[in-house]
């Protein structure tokens, strides 16, 4: 089972830019295609990225895409989600996720399709 650390968050302007780290331990990162979610509050969890087990199939949230990367290195056990040209609607908490597979399924959006989860760090963006 591998667990799953966020970190990276913090408060930023209207336009900056974060790169959120999530570091995997227990298992090797590459066994899994990986997801980032947020949750602003009183609203659901929303999907943001999905990226497969190399690396070479991605994607984004039509409200992200053109603004945020989403990238792995297998070799540190660490992906990475690089956030530019943040508004203040991308304040939220995000998680870090692991599908039970090398792949994201057709269902990749929903939260409930994702098997391992962190804990969350809080962006957010100053207008």
């Known amino acids: 089972q591998v667990q799953l650390v966020e970190s990276g968050g913090g408060l930023v302007q209207a336009g900056g830019s974060l790169r959120l780290s999530c570091a995997a331990s227990?298992?090797?990162?590459?066994?899994?295609?990986m997801g980032w979610f947020r949750q602003a509050p009183g609203k659901e969890r929303e999907f943001v990225a999905a990226i497969s087990w190399s690396g070479g199939s991605t994607r984004y949230a039509d409200s992200v895409k053109g603004r945020f990367t989403f990238s792995r290195d297998n070799a540190q056990n660490t992906v990475y989600l690089q956030m530019n040209s943040l508004k203040p609607e991308d304040t939220a908490v995000y998680y870090c996720a692991a599908s039970g597979y090398v792949f994201f399924n057709t269902n990749y959006p929903r939260p409930s399709t994702w098997n391992y989860w962190g804990q969350g760090t809080q962006v957010t963006v100053s207008s």
């Open positions: 227990g298992r090797p990162v590459s066994d899994y295609a």
